[in-house]
């Protein structure tokens, strides 16, 4: 009988543990980018060298360009002028150098870390010390700090810290796909990581904080404003319709 009281009781807390992720998981918005069939692009500055600001503009952009915007969250720190924070690549070319320097801010609260995808459509998430420029870098984004480091909750987090704000990030999934994530509520670094933790990332960044915004129509989350400096925004995949060849005798 006690044998069986003990099962109960393991059973139960079991069953309050999943609810509680599940009801932790409410608090966020999310959306799950699969490479194969969706394009993860980093915006900063328009054709005539605008800078885009808002995910409002952005879905502008987009569709002036025939394409579909499916999400979009701010993609990293700003200087007061706007300009990225630290390692931004776009479209192959460096348009900011990576910041290795030591200093004061969530940025520096090392290890921090940077987003890249490669020419191939491969994301990765890289400690800083650890990522290796190659010219096949289509697009990077560096911030900090690291949430998720090798699948461990950055050390310096506290659990129950009451350091909480709104705050969004990335994370790559165990198939390679790229997990956005902004908070609806104030969230502890944490709490924030172990999210991201949960759902089984083994390396996770944290974006930005209170000046977070995310577009999200599949979720009913349109935020349209901001100003910011780096976007991250997923489109639909276009595919081109290719005519064959037809056989010709001369």
């Known amino acids: 009988m006690k044998k069986l009281w003990l099962l109960v009781a393991f059973v139960a807390l079991g069953s309050l543990a999943v609810m509680g992720y599940e009801d ?3 608090d966020y918005i999310s959306y799950t980018a699969n490479l194969s069939q969706e394009k993860v692009i980093l915006y900063y500055k328009d054709a005539g ?4 600001k808002s995910l409002g503009n952005l879905k502008k952009h987009v569709e002036a360009s025939g394409q579909t915007l499916l999400f979009a969250m701010n993609g990293g720190m700003y200087s007061p002028k706007r300009e990225p924070v630290g ?24 290890p921090n870390g940077i987003f890249y995808i490669d020419g191939k459509g491969k994301a990765g998430i890289s400690k800083t010390e650890d990522f290796k420029p190659a010219n096949n870098i289509k697009y990077a984004t560096q911030s900090g700090p690291m949430l998720v480091i090798n699948g461990a ?18 994370g790559i ?3 390679g796909s790229i997990l956005l994530c902004m908070s609806k509520e104030k969230v502890n670094f944490y709490d924030f990581a172990q999210y991201f933790k949960n759902k089984g990332c083994k390396n996770a960044l944290y974006l930005d904080g209170y000046v977070s915004r995310t577009y999200a129509p599949s979720e009913k989350w349109e935020q349209t404003d901001g100003n910011f400096g780096v976007i991250i925004g997923v489109i639909k995949h276009r595919y081109e ?6 056989a010709c005798t001369l």
């Open 24 to 26: 932790a998981a409410n």
């Open 173 to 175: 999934l165990p198939d």
């Open 49 to 52: 060298g605008k800078r885009i």
């Open 153 to 170: 909750i950055h050390p310096a987090f506290k659990e129950g810290s009451d350091n909480v704000n709104i705050r969004n990030g990335v």
């Open 241 to 246: 319709m290719v005519t064959p060849l037809t």
């Open 87 to 110: 390692l931004y690549i776009e479209d192959f070319k460096t348009l900011s150098p990576a910041d290795t320097a030591s200093g004061k801010g969530n940025f520096y609260l090392k």
